[in-house]
């Protein structure tokens, strides 16, 4: 079992940035590889960014390349995703969660551990 918490959300305009981050305990961090996730009202969860176990690998979703970067510390058993140039449509509740595998994936069925979510507004 993974404990996962994410935080950094917030509201801000378009054209701006955030940083993420997940903070892990429960088990060995570096097991396996993470992702972000994220879910925006009457939407289906989506994937973002997923990184390997020892952060050796990155995969990105069409829509955030070039804009967001994954990256893991594992001493620190934390993960962020940094958020540059922020669209509206880019407003959701972002999730950190756990694979079942090492190398990078981008199926909400290959993560087994969730944390909770934090909100992340982006304005015009």
């Known amino acids: 079992q993974l404990r996962l918490v994410e935080s950094g959300g917030g509201l801000v305009q378009a054209g701006g940035s955030l940083r993420l981050s997940c903070a892990a305990s429960?088990?060995?961090?570096?097991?396996?590889?993470m992702g972000w996730f994220r879910q925006a009202p009457g939407k289906v969860r989506e994937f973002v960014a997923s990184?390997?176990?020892?952060?050796?690998?990155?995969y990105y979703a069409d829509s955030v390349k070039g804009r967001f970067t994954i990256s893991r510390d594992n001493s620190k058993n934390a993960m962020s995703l940094t958020m540059k140039s922020l669209k509206p449509e880019d407003t959701a509740v972002y999730y950190c969660?756990?694979?079942?595998?090492?190398?990078?994936?981008?199926?909400?069925?290959?993560?087994?551990?969730w944390g909770k979510g934090t909100q992340v507004t982006v304005s015009s």
């Open positions: 969660a756990d694979s079942r595998y090492t190398a990078v994936t981008d199926r909400v069925t290959d993560f087994g551990s």
């Open positions: 429960g088990r060995t961090f570096s097991s396996y590889a």
């Open positions: 990184i390997s176990w020892n952060g050796g690998n990155t």
